[in-house]
């Protein structure tokens, strides 16, 4: 990676972003997440013997 000049510097623009008062709908901004994931398997000790896990997963997003 190299490095910028001077005059490339001078080149870039940048733009301010809302205020955050702006960003918020009636001054509430919140999110609630709520994950879950589940497994489970059993391999009873014997020789030879297989075990089998399905997963089950569950994502909740609520804002605000």
Not at 29 to 57: K, R
């Amino acid at each position: 990676m190299r490095e910028l000049s001077f005059t490339e510097l001078d080149t870039e623009r940048t733009e301010l972003l809302p205020t955050r008062e702006t960003l918020t709908f009636g001054n509430y901004n919140w999110a609630n997440i709520v994950a879950n994931n589940s497994s489970m398997a059993l391999n009873a000790a014997a020789l030879g013997s297989l075990a089998h896990s399905e997963a089950w997963q569950a994502i909740t997003v609520t804002q605000g």
